[in-house]
């Protein structure tokens, strides 16, 4: 399908990629970003780029790729509790200021022939265009005009979150939370330049209340940073910033907002990256999300014959890979809302429950890039560590406490969902009471379903934390490394492997 114009609603850098990849694929094609903001002013401070985030791009367009590097910074992973420290060597991680990001983007947009009108809005209904890439963020004022068509979801999330930076390079991404009177903040930091680091800092709402951070947060101008809550936390989080200030660019506590489109297309316009979708920032970013999208919409729009086909064939395409990286989101931040609640944890087996968290990350891997980390939360969990070459799933499931005898237990089915969620509060409060008449622990049992299983583990360490009760997860022999990684974690005391299969998903 060959447009003879396109028109690009946001000069992020979704629709920016989305322009020079649709320009290099059909260079007759007049592609025009409309942009109403102005260059070198834009909100946010540094974009991380993962390993696979990088392989997709160099695949797609290896000139822009290597000057984003090029102006990023590698960086390991660190996490600090307590002051005890576990770290990932990871050098393929990159931080790039986002204001670099888009000035690499605007050259090669502009370098492709892509036309870009900044300081102009326009909306999808009055645009001259065959085709029009709705990449308008967040907020988007396409999706929220064809709000019936669209279909368009937004999902609050419970905790609170605020972006700001500091004028140093920290050493390593870092994550630290840091025990307050009025409760636990958390920070995850990484360096993005030579001189300046990303610093994220989330908490609950009841902190938020408790340290006062609440009032000066009222009557904010949306353009505006809380800079009360700023000159707060930099005390919070004195030592990870070594005598640095926190910088603000309309710094403000947010809600993290999962955005979901039951349509992503519309007769000539078609929705990109936030617009369409969110996932939460512990395990992605919309930047990541935006450029994988416009991969996949060049890629249809250069097979299909006709526009509402290659459309259909996008959406089908990308679909699939958005909702299952939504999924791992959605684990993900539901864990780090209930982060401070691990802290006991010896710091590498906390480090082996943040990278598998999400179900994404199995135990064998990560055992093979990082096997001192892994190695230190093993002796952490059974007093001693495996001798080399040793299967490491039997060896840690080998190393479970002997399970009490028949009927022992009580047992507690555990529908599938949210371990946090209401059906998750009430098999936390049925525990309790078994826990007051004296239960010697309990058994949970559920669906056969990968899903179900890892919600199962998370009720799990709900349960174990909440009661003290020994808790027992059923879990079927094909999901042995989520079992695995469950122990070294402390989402359960004991894993039960049944014979189940992965066919039996739901059943």
Request: charged residues 25%.
């Amino acid at each position: 399908m060959r447009p003879r114009r396109v028109a690009v609603l946001g000069g992020g850098p979704g629709g920016l990629y989305a322009a020079r990849l649709l320009k290099l694929a059909q260079p007759d094609c007049d592609v025009v970003v409309y942009e109403q903001g102005v260059p070198d002013r834009t909100f946010g401070f540094g974009v991380g780029l993962a390993a696979g985030t990088q392989r997709n791009l160099a695949a797609a367009d290896p000139d822009s790729l290597r000057d984003i590097v090029a102006a990023g910074r590698p960086h390991d992973m660190q996490m600090r509790v307590r002051g005890r420290t576990s770290t990932v060597r990871n050098g393929a991680l990159v931080g790039v200021a986002r204001t670099r990001l888009l000035a690499v983007l605007h050259e090669h947009a502009e370098r492709a022939g892509v036309v870009l009108k900044f300081g102009e809005r326009t909306s999808a209904d009055v645009v001259d265009a065959d085709l029009v890439v709705a990449a308008d963020g967040v907020n988007s004022a396409t999706r929220t005009a064809g709000a019936e068509t669209f279909g368009a979801t937004v999902e609050h999330g419970d905790g609170l979150y605020l972006w700001a930076a500091t004028d140093f390079a920290l050493e390593h991404a870092l994550f630290e939370p840091v025990e307050t009177e009025a409760g636990t903040f958390v920070t995850h930091a990484y360096p993005y330049a030579e001189d300046h680091s990303t610093f994220l800092i989330e908490t609950d709402e009841a902190t938020w209340r408790r340290a006062g951070l609440d009032a000066g947060a009222e009557g904010l101008a949306g353009d505006t940073t809380d800079e009360a809550s700023l000159r707060h936390l930099e005390q919070v989080f004195a030592g990870a910033l070594q005598g640095h200030r926190l910088i603000g660019n309309r710094t403000q506590w947010l809600r993290f907002r999962t955005v979901r489109a039951r349509r992503w297309s519309a007769g000539r316009v078609v929705l990109l990256g936030d617009a369409a979708h969110t996932a939460h920032y512990s395990i992605g970013s919309g930047t990541k999300l935006a450029m994988e999208d416009a991969i996949e919409l060049v890629a249809a729009l250069g097979e299909a014959d006709d526009l509402t086909s290659a459309l259909a064939a996008y959406e089908a395409r990308r679909r699939p890979a958005v909702e299952r990286l939504q999924g791992l989101a959605s684990r993900s931040q539901l864990w780090w809302e209930s982060f401070p609640d691990r802290l006991d944890l010896p710091v590498d087996r906390l480090m082996v429950a943040y990278m598998s968290r999400a179900g994404n990350v199995p135990l064998t891997r990560f055992a093979r890039t990082s096997p001192d980390v892994v190695g230190r939360a093993l002796a952490q969990y059974a007093g001693e560590t495996p001798e080399p070459g040793a299967d490491l799933l039997h060896w840690v499931l080998d190393r479970q406490p002997r399970p009490p005898g028949p009927g022992a237990l009580d047992r507690l089915p555990v529908p599938p969902g949210s371990a946090w969620s209401a059906d998750g509060d009430d098999l936390v409060h049925r525990a309790r009471e078994l826990a007051e008449r004296g239960s010697a622990g309990v058994r949970l049992a559920g669906p056969a379903g990968r899903d179900a299983v890892l919600d199962r583990l998370d009720v799990g360490e709900r349960i174990r934390r909440a009661t003290g009760l020994l808790t027992v997860v059923d879990v079927p022999e094909a999901y042995r490394e989520d079992a695995a990684a469950a122990l070294v974690s402390g989402r359960a005391d004991l894993v039960d492997l049944t014979p189940a299969s992965p066919d039996e998903e739901g059943r």
